[in-house]
């Protein structure tokens, strides 16, 4: 019933299978691959006529971890997975960038990857088998694919690379300055295609060194793909990329001048109004068989490519008039906005982001349901990219896979200058607003973000910068990379290259390939240029702000403090009675955790004295010889009790009263009555013994020893 085909190999401490022919045997190509005892179904199908009227390929990949994986029941209402979480959405993209560039060119067939997460042994991330799943189900599907590829995770500890390290030793690398990178790399046997990665200030030659690793190591999960394809794969689908080049001759001869003429217009809209201009020119010199041949859109792009592509490689020129390795003019401007608690305004040619820092308390924390279990975290990233950025009038809805990409690689690359939590208990929120869009607006993210959390007070490490590289390379071998790209740049070249980083070193890297052939010594040659541009922002950001800014006044103020765990229930009180009664009574709010740490906040400095106060109150113990304001709560024959150390009463006996004989304590004390005491000390019994008569009842100060004995 079934034709099976398993595949099988140890990959570091691991061993990965591949197995297809049992389960979706409908699908073009279905392929589970388990790393460990993580298993990841990917399921790949494609219609078999092209979608007309379209001039890009219909690509859509989708990632699924079903909770069941691990065996949890999803939280929330429902009890259901429902919209893809960031972590799935990140991973979808991860999934398709190393593999859209390998489909044959002029494909337009309609292609669904699915993955789907069967298994997770909460060691081994699913997103590098579903990677991996992915290249193997696509490769044995017949579909036009000029794979395989693979991918693999890297970490670096004591300058040593670390083969796919473990999901906890990947969760929360902030925390763990012993692990210095999580990166995630994906490519061909001859070429690196995409890389992803988390950094805590790695030096240019420590990040290719990684990549290099990386790119060594999936090679033998490339020949086990390729064995997998030997025994298993279809006939390959019978597609033949269509011949435009009539057409495209056509279109060279009847608008290449003006096209070359739209494009040396260093202002954008005006080159993109003279771009569309030069278009409709070409369209009015065409026959009308040659407007209705489907790849006519596809033989405008080409043009547009060639004009802009030639210009960079054989004469160094850009398209802005830039040298190739200038970053554009930057403008920084802090405090733009006048009530939030930070805000920076970073401009950088016609890229602009208003990003505004907010300063929140442990409530504010962002709770994640996630396959590894529940956490919580106190840095959150929103990058917002509305239509009007590009001057455009598009539909505005909630954020796409492109924002959340956008803003997680920002998130990654500020991570590493946060303080510790413990030193800055804060829940930091980032939103950047793109105003203006061209050409890496993650990257003006990371700018603005850095100069608005120190706008904000954020005791950050140091500050950071990002630039976006580009690159140009020819058949011939021949290739120009480029500094700060513009957005014509990064749609009409071979590569998308982002580094962030400090002073020190790197913090995020990402890269995305769309031809294959990027040697070593053409990134190298990207990361040394990628340095130079991120000190000369850093540089200009240093202009507009210089350490750390003032707290704004509507900014909360948090206060620590640690107490015994065994004094957690008492603070808590019986169903959080006395806690809520400290919210109330002080103004501030008052969060516990189960480690005994208390973070205190308000905007209001007595309010977090007020709080602060009653709390020690309840877990501090009254000294020996201390000297207390108490209230008198009882009075008795013998004595009067009085209530002096929060809830602490002790008796003050009728002789400590005064230095004379009192026939009855209400002589001179009544219930309510504050007054001043000293702890004397403790009773066999443990009873609190307290005197007024040693303590000057205006001051609070001890009276002298005459004077008590008087």
């Not at 979808?92 to 044959?104: M, N, S």
């Not at 290249?135 to 000029?146: D, E, K, N, Q």
């Not at 982002?498 to 990402?510: C, D, F, P, R, Y």
């Not at 709080?611 to 207390?628: F, L, R, T």
Request: hydrophobic share 40%; proline share 5%.
């Amino acid at each position: 019933m079934f034709n099976i085909t398993t595949k099988s190999m140890q990959w570091g401490d691991e061993t990965l299978t591949l197995e297809t022919g049992k389960v979706a045997r409908q699908a073009d190509g279905s392929v589970i691959a388990t790393l460990g005892e993580t298993s990841v179904m990917a399921n790949v199908t494609f219609a078999k006529e092209p979608k007309p009227g379209l001039d890009f390929f219909p690509l859509t990949v989708h990632y699924q971890e079903k909770y069941y994986a691990a065996g949890k029941v999803p939280g929330g209402f429902f009890k259901r997975e429902a919209r893809p979480s960031e972590k799935e959405t990140l991973t979808a993209r991860l999934i398709d960038r190393p593999i859209r560039p390998l489909f044959v060119p002029g494909f337009k067939h309609e292609t669904l990857v699915m993955c789907t997460v069967l298994s997770h042994d909460l060691v081994n991330d699913p997103d590098m088998v579903a990677m991996i799943a992915t290249s193997a189900a696509l490769t044995i599907s017949g579909v036009p694919f000029m794979g395989p590829i693979a991918a693999c995770r890297v970490g670096y500890v004591d300058g040593d690379y670390v083969l796919n390290p473990d999901v906890e030793d990947m969760h929360d690398l902030r925390n763990k300055p012993e692990q210095r990178l999580d990166l995630v790399v994906a490519g061909t046997k001859d070429a690196v295609m995409m890389v992803e990665s988390e950094a805590y200030e790695l030096t240019e030659s420590e990040m290719l060194g990684a990549v290099n690793f990386a790119h060594q190591q999936i090679q033998p999960v490339i020949d086990l793909i390729i064995d997998l394809a030997e025994d298993a794969a279809k006939e390959p689908f019978d597609f033949q990329p269509p011949d435009y080049s009539e057409l495209y001759e056509a279109v060279k001869a009847a608008g290449e001048t003006q096209m070359r003429d739209a494009y040396a217009i260093l202002d954008k809209q005006e080159r993109t109004a003279a771009v569309s201009a030069a278009k409709e020119a070409i369209k009015a010199g065409l026959s009308e068989e040659q407007l209705e041949d489907p790849n006519l859109g596809a033989a405008l792009k080409k043009l547009e490519s060639v004009v802009l592509r030639g210009n960079v490689v054989k004469d160094g020129k850009r398209i802005d008039g830039r040298p190739l390795d200038q970053v554009r003019p930057i403008v920084c401007e802090t405090g733009f906005l006048p009530r939030t608690h930070g805000s920076a305004l970073f401009t950088r040619g016609e890229t602009q982001g208003l990003v505004v820092t907010t300063l929140g308390t442990g409530d504010d924390e962002q709770f994640i349901d996630a396959l590894t279990g529940n956490f919580r975290s106190n840095f959150l990233l929103h990058y917002n990219f509305p239509p009007y950025s590009v001057g455009e009038a598009g539909r505005v809805g909630p954020p796409g896979r492109r924002e959340i990409g956008h803003g997680k690689l920002a998130w990654r690359a500020l991570q590493a200058v946060l303080p510790a939590p413990t030193d800055f208990p804060y829940t930091l929120r980032l939103v950047s607003e793109i105003t203006e869009s061209n050409g890496s607006s993650s990257m003006a993210t990371v700018c603005g973000g850095s100069l608005s959390m120190m706008d904000a007070g954020v005791p950050l490490k140091a500050a950071v910068a990002g630039v976006a590289m580009g690159l140009v390379l020819e058949e011939d071998g021949s290739y120009a990379v480029l500094t700060d790209i513009l957005g014509d740049e990064d749609h009409l070249g071979d590569m998308d290259f982002k580094v962030a980083g400090t002073e020190e070193g790197i913090t995020s890297l990402q890269m995305d390939i769309k031809v294959a052939g990027i040697t070593p010594e053409i990134m190298e040659k990207a990361l040394a240029q990628a340095k130079d541009g991120r000190l000369h922002i850093l540089g200009e950001m240093n202009k507009a702000l210089s350490g750390v800014g003032e707290f704004s006044v509507h900014a909360p103020r948090i206060e620590t403090m640690q107490i015994p765990t065994d004094k957690i229930r008492e603070v808590i009180g019986s169903g959080g009675k006395v806690i809520r009664e400290i919210v109330e009574v002080s103004g501030a709010k008052v969060d516990i955790n189960d480690e005994g740490i208390i973070k205190i906040a308000s905007p209001n400095g007595d309010a977090i004295k007020k709080a602060y106060d009653m709390i020690h109150s309840i877990v501090a113990e009254p000294e020996e010889g201390g000297i207390y304001k108490g209230t008198v709560v009882k009075i008795v024959d013998f004595g009067a009790f009085v209530n002096f150390f929060g809830k602490r009463d002790g008796l003050v006996h009728v002789s400590q009263i005064e230095n004379r004989r009192l026939n009855h304590p209400s002589d001179v004390l009544k219930e309510g009555q504050e007054v001043w005491v000293k702890l004397l000390g403790f009773d066999d019994r443990g009873k609190v013994r307290l005197s007024m008569k040693v303590v000057d009842q205006e001051t609070g100060e001890e009276a002298k020893k005459e004077e008590a004995e008087d």
